[in-house]
């Protein structure tokens, strides 16, 4: 492993080490590709203060609606690592829409905070005003949904959501024993998460199952949204007489999903695989049948953005680095939950 890589793997430890302590009473706190280049950081602020001269560091985030259960315990956990910090003035804006929380974004800058942490409804519409935020002195903490331009962000901290397809392929792969008909129910079209995850599970099931066997016989976007996606497979269901494995993007969309199959006396025909690391998902893998796995996506991200944002005002770096800096990008391994180890797990489901 090289010298760089190392510190990559010692940053995420110590970030989600301190994102797991922010939210440690906070039942929500459970739980791409990899970038490798880091950027130095002074480490000669005081101690007791903000943007590096002892003030109070000013940080605002802005996030998606926090109706969803995961961008619930996003919320969630990026107040709670707020709280941890004295010197720590923070505030949580949610937007709609990519427009509205561009729009948002513009009014923030004009505050000029400290820091800016973003969880972007769409990554590629909201990385011109965040290349404005940057232009303007002001670091922006990209999350989950990457920026399509390298300077459109000062550090970013996201899931490995390319390894989650393939984590999803081996499984239904290997449950399959590469034979049957699979549907795909995305999340948002578009947007990097959702592009990986699928490029991640296509790639992987052509490795996995080399002589074929296993055939998606439908792909459609249900939003990370429940209803859209109950609706999403009570057609597939209609047009598919077989279906044997459902990869789902998201654990609280998969309840949709779960539901049209029952609905249609379905559920023993097939096995389904969701992402996230839910309560309820969880709950469901216990009892076995349908619900068969799920992969951890860790929502603590929101509170290691927070910490990395409060470190860069500060022109401060993690201790445990040589020199002390915050990476340029860290990235969130996942982890596969099943039957057999959901009792490892559970203490990370969120709501």
Known sequence: MSLLRR?????????????????????????????????????TGDDDGGSGSGGTVRIVASVPPTDHGWLGAISKNAKASAERYDDVDFRLLEAADADSQAQQIEQVISSRPDALVVLPQDGAALTPVAQRAEAAGIPVINVDRLFTAPDAATATILGDNYQIGVLAADFIADRLRCEGNVVEIQGLAGISVTEERSEGFSDELR??????????????PGDFNPDTGLRVMETILQAQSRIDAVYTHDDDMAQGVVQAIRNAGRDDDMILTGVGGSQDAMAQIREGGLYAATFLYNPNMAASAVTMARLIARGEGFPELVPPEVPRQLVVPAATVTQDNVNEYEQYAFN
């Open 7 to 43: 510190l990559m793997v010692l940053a995420v430890a110590v970030l989600l080490t301190l994102g797991a302590a922010a939210c440690g009473d906070d039942d929500d706190g459970g739980s791409g590709s990899g970038g490798g280049s880091t950027q130095a950081v002074d480490t």
């Open 207 to 220: 490795k996995a199952c080399p002589n074929g066997g296993l055939d998606i016989v439908a792909r459609q």
